[in-house]
C-alpha cells in the first residue's frame, strides 16, 4: 500500500511541479534575465504547492487511516 501511495503522490508532484514551470514559462520575457527570474520564480511556486499538497495528503491519509 506505501509504494502505491508513493508513487502516488511523486505523480502529483511531477504534475505541480511542470504547471508550475509551464505557468512562469508563459509569463517571462525575451530576455536571458527575464528567463532566469522565471525559472527562480517557478522553483519557488514548485516548492510551495509541493510542501501545501503534501500536508493535504498527509491529512487526508491520516484521516482515511493509510
Same mark, same amino acid.
Given at each position: 500500500?506505501?509504494?502505491?501511495?508513493?508513487?502516488?503522490?511523486?505523480?502529483?508532484?511531477?504534475?505541480?511541479?511542470?504547471?508550475?514551470?509551464?505557468?512562469?514559462?508563459?509569463?517571462? /520575457?525575451?530576455?536571458?534575465?527575464?528567463?532566469?527570474?522565471?525559472?527562480?520564480?517557478?522553483?519557488?511556486?514548485?516548492?510551495?504547492?509541493?510542501?501545501?499538497?503534501? /500536508?493535504?495528503?498527509?491529512?487526508?491519509?491520516?484521516?482515511? /487511516?493509510?
Amino acid at each position: 500500500m506505501s509504494i502505491g501511495l508513493g508513487i502516488g503522490k511523486s505523480l502529483v508532484f511531477g504534475v505541480l511541479i511542470a504547471l508550475a514551470g509551464c505557468l512562469r514559462g508563459m509569463k517571462c /520575457g525575451r530576455d536571458a534575465a527575464a528567463v532566469g527570474q522565471a525559472a527562480t520564480s517557478a522553483v519557488v511556486l514548485a516548492i510551495v504547492w509541493i510542501i501545501g499538497t503534501d /500536508g493535504i495528503l498527509a491529512v487526508i491519509c491520516n484521516v482515511v /487511516g493509510i
